[in-house]
């Protein structure tokens, strides 16, 4: 049972836009902390952007800050990611997760993929200079 899907990653310009969804079950979406992560340098796995789906500051990180915008879509169940004023440094596999059960608060201070029980598949998001 597939929980969460992402779609809308592709290739882009510098300076370009991309958004990417995410369709999660219903269990996955609601009162939860929906995420999108990026692979860094590393192989880590760290928090571009998230939202607690019944209300709250959404968090992101300050590398993408006035420029990626995180949303949702109850009606969807579907949480996007509007990816402005795109660089090079922003290319990555970009994945959306759910973290369950552990609120508003935790989800606006910056939350950390450990703490993310379900995964989707990853996107991958390409921008060339």
């Known amino acids: 049972q597939v929980q969460l899907q992402e779609s809308g990653g592709g290739s882009a310009q510098a300076g370009g836009s991309l958004r990417l969804s995410c369709a999660a079950s219903?269990?996955?979406?609601?009162?939860?902390?929906l995420a999108w992560f990026r692979q860094g340098p590393e192989n880590e796995r760290e928090a571009v952007a998230s939202?607690?789906?019944?209300?709250?500051?959404?968090y992101y990180a300050d590398s993408v800050k006035g420029r990626f915008t995180i949303s949702q879509d109850d009606a969807k169940n579907s949480v996007y990611l509007q990816m402005n004023n795109l660089k090079p440094e922003d290319t990555s596999m970009y994945y959306c997760a759910a973290s369950l059960n552990r609120g508003r608060r935790y989800c606006s201070s910056g939350p950390t993929g450990a703490d993310f029980e379900w995964w989707g598949q990853g996107t991958q998001v390409t921008v060339s200079s």
């Open positions: 939202i607690y789906t019944y209300g709250g500051s959404p």
């Open positions: 219903e269990h996955a979406y609601r009162g939860n902390c």
